[in-house]
């Protein structure tokens, strides 16, 4: 079309006819302009704030765990680490540092009960090499005879700097220990999360809490900072070997996953899993954006067809929809990149708090905005694409005739189904964004609380399998006849007595390698013994059998055991190793165990056989009868204050409450997310049936005038389109329906594998399925009742008049 040129200083008297349209268009359709632009600003502002929040958080988590130093490797002597000891790791030509530690399980009491706390030996606060950690507030080092805690572990102890709790390590009485300041250990799991407590000492502290003073743990740290762990184990071995020789044995060694920070790995998931669904809720708006853009068009589809026949080419139409859809896009971009850059920053520091660990810096690297540009204009006009090249290619005469009937082929093949069918397929592209927009609204929304059940019932299952109130275990092994003098205790319903040893994954001529932190708890191995016919627990069998009385020879693995060694199967043989004694087991069976670390259990008889321990047991797993939460804490501590007296050591004691509590919290906040993401895309979702369905109404509106003529009533057209809105959000429920099973199956695996390492029970809801129904239904109500009764209400002459 030929450029026309305007008198007068307005800038618009250089632009063609068709830009000029297009600015008229804009101010005669504002809302929709503001629908479409508010949707791609909300989904592109979320994912610029996941986007931007995983870029700052992956960089902080690492500079803040690499910045203590972590040791590579951890070398338990049982003699003690001496400064000759030292001396020999450091002539090693891969050992780039080594110090003395040390750490010991002991038990802090915090109102009337005893929680688990994990202290700290250091041999010299000046000069941290390895695992370091910062003072944040108080003394340093801590004067003889007080602890500092790490800063996440006040709400655990209920104490903090100034006050004084009492301690009790394995083989000491209890002391009241003074805090006297807080540190930050950014290299530990949260002391929320792992429901203990957290504490550094001296030496000289250890001695004052009844421990020998002597410190059994040799961290090393390999020049270049290997990242491949077979490396690392592999020259952790050399040292170990080289302290043999010295006459220093190494009882074990444990090693970390290279370079990680211990959540690291559930941080990455939460994130990728949040950035996913944010990108899906940035296709949902661009389809959105495509459904508000065939509304417009369908008001504008006559003069289209007057455009064309002045000679307007179909590149320049389409021309002039790509450029409103661009223009969109950049707007919306520009106002969505400073809600990103704030939502990113409140993420990242959202996310660092709940993982103790600090933000050295909230910048944002500069490839996050180019991916948030790129997503803001190419996915709107990757969706907007089918209504611009469906409308830019109609001819000249169907656009001028177009009624807002399905014409030719498809209005013979409509004309056998239903009329209310009839009238939703008669703009199949059209119904098709908007189902896609529903159902997959409605599938996140299904999906999120089909999760959020399967999480609640995996949390059941350590109900339903354990019978038990409390676990108590022992420093050293104890006569099985201890059971019989804890069942005299009032409130006390049953006691097992059970065998337990630490236990790693044995390779034959070589030292134990444990794939575990320093905290001793992530990645550990054990083993347990039941008695014959327990009655305290009953895990779910995934393949084999349980043990039977006087099995030998057999072992039967949860399933956190078997992921530690993931090629093993029903018939194989373990070798294991218990303290250093070397054990092959066949595999007979492997259950799933919620909520603990890995366990290998073998009868009784066989584990006093293996560890020359007969009549004799280390772990007491005790029922109470009490009816009520506050009888039961009472039993636990009375129990407790029996085994004091008797002078019997306790190394931790775990009520059962607690373990639920630990379990639930470390992916709780995924849930919660999951849920919240859900609710936005169901929104934006429902937002597409309100457009889906105006743009219905209004391509008809001269269809209905015709109607009127013919004796429709208002109250019949009113039916026909809320009838028509109903059909096609009853429609979109069935499919969302059938898109949440894979949705959830695959988010179960996701989500249940990294809390759980197996994956969610597979619940499908009937609430959410029922919710969403009645959400679509009564959205598809408020979406067509003002239209239609705008069309009941309009004349005939007028309807035949609309464009």
């Known amino acids: 079309m030929r450029e026309v040129r305007l008198s007068g200083p307005s800038v618009r008297a250089s632009l063609a006819p068709r830009w000029l349209k297009l600015l008229r268009d804009l101010r005669g359709e504002k809302g929709r302009v503001l629908l479409m632009m508010a949707a791609i600003l909300v989904s592109l502002a979320a994912v610029g704030a996941v986007l931007g929040g995983f ?38 030509p891969a050992v780039a540092n080594a110090e003395a530690r040390d750490v010991v399980l002991a038990r802090a009491r915090v109102g009337a009960d005893w929680r688990p706390l994990l202290l700290f030996v250091v041999e010299d606060f000046a000069h941290l090499r390895l695992n370091t950690f910062r003072p944040e507030s108080g003394a340093w080092p801590p004067p003889e005879g007080t602890m500092l805690i790490e800063r996440a572990a006040i709400p655990m102890l209920q104490a903090g700097p100034g006050k004084a709790v009492w301690v009790k390590t394995p083989l000491g009485a209890p002391r009241e220990v003074p805090i006297t300041g807080l540190v ?42 290997p990242v491949d762990l077979a490396e690392v184990e592999s020259a952790a071995a050399d040292v170990a070997a080289r302290l043999g020789k010295l006459g220093r044995p190494v009882h074990e060694i444990r090693v970390p996953p290279p370079r990680q920070h211990p959540h690291q790995k559930q941080m990455v998931t939460i994130l990728f899993l949040l950035l996913a669904f944010s990108v899906m809720a940035l296709g949902l708006s661009a389809v959105l954006v495509a459904n508000s853009l065939a509304a417009m068009l369908a008001r504008q589809v006559r003069e289209i067809g007057v455009m064309k026949t002045l000679g307007a080419r179909t590149a320049q139409i389409a021309a002039l929809y790509v450029a409103l859809v661009a223009g969109l896009g950049a707007v919306a971009l520009l106002l969505a990149m400073p809600l990103g850059v704030l939502g990113a920053r409140v993420l990242a520091r959202a996310v660092s708090g709940m993982l103790n660990f600090d933000l050295t810096s909230i910048s944002i690297p500069a490839w996050v905005f180019a991916v948030q540009a790129a997503a803001g204009v190419i996915v709107p006009l990757l969706v907007a694409a089918i209504p611009i090249g469906r409308a830019s290619r109609i001819p000249a005469r169907e656009a001028i005739d177009r009624q807002g009937a399905a014409t030719g082929a498809l209005r013979v093949r409509l004309a056998m189904l239903p009329p209310v069918l009839r009238n939703i397929l008669r703009r199949p592209a059209r119904l098709a964004l908007t189902l896609a927009l ?12 089909n999760v959020s059940l399967g999480w609640e019932r995996n949390l059941e299952k350590i109900y339903e399998t354990r019978f038990y109130d409390v676990e108590i275990r022992l420093r050293r092994v104890q006569p099985v006849a201890l059971a019989e003098s804890l069942r005299g205790l009032p409130g006390v319903r049953h006691v097992e007595s059970w065998g337990y040893s630490p236990a790693a994954y044995a390779r034959p001529g070589r030292i134990d390698v444990v794939r575990t932190y320093p905290d001793r708890g992530h990645g550990s191995l054990a083993v347990l013994a039941p008695p014959p016919a327990t009655s305290l627990i009953r895990f779910p069998l995934m393949a084999g059998r349980w043990l039977r009385p006087g099995d030998t020879g057999a072992v039967v693995l949860n399933h956190a055991a078997l992921a530690q060694a993931p090629l093993t199967k029903v018939g194989d043989p373990v070798v294991l190793s218990l303290d250093g004694q070397v054990v092959t087991w066949k595999v007979v069976g492997i259950v799933e165990e919620i909520g603990s670390a890995g366990v290998a259990y073998v009868s009784d008889e066989e584990f006093a056989r293996a560890t020359g321990t007969p009549g004799s047991a280390r772990l007491l797993r005790i029922a109470t009868s009490a009816g009520s939460p506050e009888e039961r804490i009472a039993t636990i501590r009375a129990i407790e204050s029996s085994l004091a007296q008797a002078g019997i050591g306790v190394e931790a004691a775990m009520p059962f409450s607690e373990l639920r509590t630990a379990v639930g919290d470390h992916v709780d906040i995924l849930i919660r997310a999951l849920v919240a993401l859900a609710a936005v895309m169901a929104v934006v979702g429902i937002l597409g049936l309100g457009a889906a369905m105006g743009t219905s109404v209004l391509e008809r509106t001269r269809e209905f005038g015709v109607m009127k003529t013919v004796g429709a009533t208002p109250r019949r057209l009113k039916r026909m389109i809320v009838g028509e809105a109903l059909a096609t959000g009853a429609l979109s429920a069935i499919l969302a ?39 679509v239904g009564a959205a598809s109500l408020v979406a067509t009742l003002l239209p239609a009764r705008r069309v009941a209400r309009l004349s005939i002459r007028d309807a035949l008049d609309r464009i």
């Open 55 to 92: 870029a700052v958080l992956t960089r902080e988590i690492a500079v803040n765990y690499l910045g203590t130093h972590p040791a590579s490797a951890t070398l338990e002597l049982d003699g003690g680490v001496d400064a000759a000891a030292i001396g020999e790791a450091l002539r090693h």
């Open 184 to 225: 930050h250990d950014p290299g530990l799991a949260p002391a929320w999360q792992e429901r203990q407590g957290y504490g550094y000492i001296t030496r000289a502290t250890l001695a004052l809490l009844g421990e020998a003073p002597v410190l059994h743990e040799l961290r090393i740290a390999f020049r270049d900072d």
């Open 737 to 775: 329906l059938a898109l949440s099973v894979p949705l959830t199956a695959a988010v179960d695996w996701l989500v249940g594998i990294l809390g759980f390492l197996a994956p969610l029970p597979f619940v499908l809801s009937p609430g959410a399925a029922l919710l969403w129904l009645v959400l």
């Open 438 to 449: 529903l159902s997959a609204g409605g599938a996140m929304f299904m999906t999120a609380l």
